[in-house]
């Protein structure tokens, strides 16, 4: 189209009432907030988040616990490229922004997953999950992650809304050394201690729970001290 008829025809658009737009208009400045820094994050951990078995949810966890990942990420404890990429180069008063900022987010939580656990499986879940097993020196999860299971401030999880997936893929990572914490490591320890079938009967049993639309970290004298394990990720009390 020559140049002739790219003018008649924005003067016959123009008459009909459409505006078009310069091309040299000014591109638009995006606020500077860090909602709008976050966006790297929330493309994939959405503030409206579900979480699966490859992006969890991490809106309402405490901010002790999400900034510790951050840092794991960045010092190559935990070992995922996309993660380790955006963290890299960030400082710690930066990381500790963001967790500040996720910990804050509080989303409804999606609706438990249909799972396919025998009931023999999630009764061996429950009571992992509840008693532990003192015969193999496992922990009650409660006893660390608080009677609701919603984690406890300042580093200590939530583990209500999370897949059943993301939970056997963070067993396995601990299993396989691929995910690891300060030292000394307490989930580590107890993920070694856990057999396949545990683990499974344990995801299982999480997922199918139904969380408090209301739930939050408890404080950090909700649960016993000291913990069942030392943990180097845990503020000592």
């Not at 025809?9 to 009909?16: I, N, S």
């Not at 545990?198 to 969380?211: H, R």
């Not at 000291?226 to 000592?236: I, K, M, R, T």
Request: glycine share 8%; hydrophobic share 45%; proline share 11%.
């Amino acid at each position: 189209m020559s140049t002739s008829h790219v003018v008649r025809a924005g003067a016959a658009l123009a008459l009909a009432g459409f505006v078009l737009p310069s091309l040299a208009a000014t591109p638009a400045t995006l606020p500077d907030t860090l909602e709008q820094r976050v966006a790297a994050c929330t493309a994939c951990h959405a503030v409206k988040e579900r979480g699966d078995a490859f992006f969890p949810r991490i809106a309402g966890k405490p901010a002790g616990y999400l900034y510790n990942q951050l840092v794991n990420f960045r010092e190559g404890r935990r070992h995922y490229p996309m993660m380790t990429y955006m963290v890299d180069h960030l400082p710690d008063a930066y990381l500790r922004e963001i967790a500040d900022y996720f910990s804050q987010q509080h989303p409804p939580y999606p609706p438990p997953q249909a799972g396919g656990a025998s009931a023999d499986a999630l009764a061996r879940g429950e009571a992992l999950v509840r008693n532990g097993d003192p015969a193999k020196k496992i922990p009650a999860c409660v006893a660390c992650h608080g009677s609701a299971l919603t984690g406890v401030a300042p580093a200590i999880p939530g583990l209500v809304g999370l897949p059943s997936d993301y939970i056997n893929a963070q067993f396995g990572a601990w299993k396989n050394k691929v995910r690891r914490a300060a030292a000394p490591d307490c989930m580590a320890e107890i993920a070694n201690r856990l057999t396949p079938a545990d683990v499974a009967a344990v995801s299982g049993w999480l997922s199918q729970q139904t969380p408090d639309a209301a739930a939050r970290p408890g404080a950090a004298d909700s649960i016993a001290l000291p913990l069942p394990l030392n943990c180097g990720s845990v503020p000592a009390p």
